[in-house]
Nanobody, 123 residues
Framework: QVQVEESGGGLVQAGGSLRLSCAASGSTFSRVVVGWFRQALGKEREFVAG????????LVVNSVKGRFTISRDNAKNTVYLQMNNLNPEDTAVYFC????????????????WGQGTQVTVSS
């Protein structure tokens, strides 16, 4: 069992930056795959970035590649999503999720979800 909680969302102007945090508890964190997903109003939830347990494997969706970076600090049981050069199309609720086993990208494979944090980018 894993509990995850997001923080760090907010309102930012286009071109600005935010760093989201996903704090986890309840399991050996280094065994847990963590993903970031987002859901814009009226759209389906989509994968944004993911990272394996030891941080050696990361995956970032093409639409944010070069702007978003995922990382983790297992000593702090936390995964970060650094978001730079934000644009209005990045506006969404961002969710952190966790899972065991292989695979990083598929939303249906994640078992443990946070409540989400709103990111709003103004033009």
């Amino acid at each position: 069992q894993v509990q995850v909680e997001e923080s760090g969302g907010g309102l930012v102007q286009a071109g600005g930056s935010l760093r989201l945090s996903c704090a986890a508890s309840g399991s050996t964190f280094s065994r847990v795959v963590v993903g970031w997903f987002r859901q814009a109003l009226g759209k389906e939830r989509e994968f944004v970035a993911g990272i394996n347990g030891n941080g050696g494997v990361t995956l970032v969706v093409n639409s944010v590649k070069g702007r978003f970076t995922i990382s983790r600090d297992n000593a702090k049981n936390t995964v970060y999503l650094q978001m730079n050069n934000l644009n209005p199309e990045d506006t969404a609720v961002y969710f952190c999720a966790a899972k065991y086993g292989l695979g990083i990208k598929l939303v249906d494979e994640y078992d443990y979800w946070g409540q989400g944090t709103q990111v709003t980018v103004s033009s």
